[in-house]
């Protein structure tokens, strides 16, 4: 016998690609300040003092454009075939852990 592909839930799918589509949204503006914060360097003139016109700055920037890059790709990939409930609260989570990129961003994008 052929096996035949599971029927998903309407309700289901629309929740799913409703938490894909803002995370997805917000991992881009995210990344963005992530991006600027990483770059500031390079605006900054030579005596400048802040955290953001130091090399550290530019490391930490990298690793927030990585970390928001890596939350975009956990959230899409573990709310594959999973309950509403569960895509709910790893969509929160993701959302979660985009706001806290997008402060630290913003923070080190002060500095400058």
Same mark, same amino acid.
């Given at each position: ?50 955290? /953001?016109?130091? *090399?550290?700055?530019? %490391?930490?920037?990298?690793? !927030? =454009?990585? @970390? ?6 956990l959230v899409t990939l573990a709310s594959a075939n999973r309950s509403e409930r569960r895509v709910l609260i790893i969509g929160g989570v993701g959302v /979660?852990?985009? *706001?806290?990129?997008? %402060?630290?961003?913003?923070? !080190? =994008?002060? @500095?400058?």
């Open positions: 016998m052929a096996r035949h592909a599971k029927v998903v839930d309407p309700r289901l799918r629309v929740v799913r690609l409703s938490i894909v589509v803002v995370i997805w949204a917000y991992g881009l503006v995210a990344g963005l300040y992530a991006l600027l914060a990483g770059a500031a360097k390079f605006g900054c003139m030579h005596g400048d003092g802040g955290l /953001a016109c130091r *090399t550290s700055g530019s %490391v930490l920037g990298v690793v !927030l =454009l990585v @970390t928001v890059a890596a939350v975009v790709m /979660a852990a985009l *706001t806290a990129c997008l %402060v630290a961003a913003l923070s !080190l =994008l002060a @500095t400058a």
